[in-house]
């Protein structure tokens, strides 16, 4: 996979990620989506390097 499509990939990942935080109502489970949130969004910011 060349960097624009791992780039691409990680852009709907966050999407994904985002959409499912509006829905959950659990507190543990919204902590936990936030943090992939993060992770992913680092992981984006670094192949941007």
């Known amino acids: ?3 624009d499509e791992e ?3 990680l852009q ?6 985002r ?3 509006r ?4 507190p543990l489970a919204l ?3 936030h943090e ?3 992770e992913l ?3 984006l910011q670094a192949s941007n390097e």
């Open 23 to 26: 829905d959950v109502t659990d």
């Open 31 to 33: 902590g936990l989506l």
């Open 12 to 17: 709907n990942q966050i999407m994904r990620y």
């Open 1 to 3: 996979m060349d960097d």
């Open 41 to 43: 969004e680092a992981a």
């Open 19 to 21: 959409m499912m935080e």
């Open 7 to 9: 780039q691409q990939e």
């Open 36 to 38: 992939i949130v993060a």
